[in-house]
């Protein structure tokens, strides 16, 4: 079962996406901050990050730009989560470090989708 660390900081979209995401048969490991995402990523070894951006303590952005500067966990795919649908938004994450970039309300099968073409690409056939 892949590994997912869900760094999102609302309580109420971490539990919708969490319990939505285990019922397709990932582990979800949860953090509330960005301080705490990079951490986690480091200690959790997740497959694959969801990264919201607009988080407290660590912004998205700079959480991502710690996980890729860190070589133990630079290789983690890392997918960007925001309300913020500009594209502008899109290209900061890209050139933070985020391989892929998704709009909330989260419309898990696009999300899935995402999460699935990352795995593969990540994992040797």
Same mark, same amino acid.
């Not at 900061?92 to 099968?109: H, I, Q, R, S, Y």
């Given at each position: &079962?892949?590994? =997912? *660390?869900?760094?999102?900081?609302?309580?109420?979209?971490?539990? &919708?996406?969490?319990?939505?995401?285990?019922? #397709?048969? %990932?582990?979800?490991?949860?953090?509330?901050?960005?301080? /705490?995402?990079?951490?986690?990523?480091?200690?959790?070894?997740?497959?694959? !990050?969801?990264?919201?951006?607009?988080?407290?303590?660590?912004?998205?952005?700079?959480?991502?730009?710690?996980?890729?500067?860190?070589?133990?966990?630079?290789?983690?795919? !890392? =997918?960007?989560?925001?309300?913020?649908?500009? @594209? @502008?938004?899109?290209?900061?994450?890209?050139?933070?470090?985020?391989?892929? %970039?998704?709009?909330?309300?989260?419309? *898990?099968? #696009?999300?899935?989708?995402? !999460? /699935?073409?990352?795995?593969?690409?990540?994992?040797?056939?």
């Amino acid at each position: &079962m892949p590994k =997912i *660390l869900l760094v999102e900081d609302n309580e109420l979209n971490r539990d &919708m996406l969490s319990r939505r995401l285990e019922r #397709r048969g %990932f582990t979800v490991v949860m953090a509330v901050d960005g301080g /705490q995402g990079v951490q986690m990523a480091l200690t959790e070894k997740p497959d694959l !990050i969801l990264m919201d951006m607009g988080l407290p303590v660590l912004d998205g952005w700079e959480a991502t730009r710690q996980v890729r500067a860190d070589p133990a966990s630079a290789h983690i795919p !890392i =997918i960007a989560l925001t309300a913020h649908a500009m @594209s @502008s938004d899109e290209q900061k994450a890209k050139e933070a470090g985020c391989d892929e %970039f998704d709009t909330k309300p989260v419309e *898990l099968p #696009r999300l899935l989708d995402k !999460i /699935q073409a990352l795995l593969s690409r990540s994992r040797p056939v």
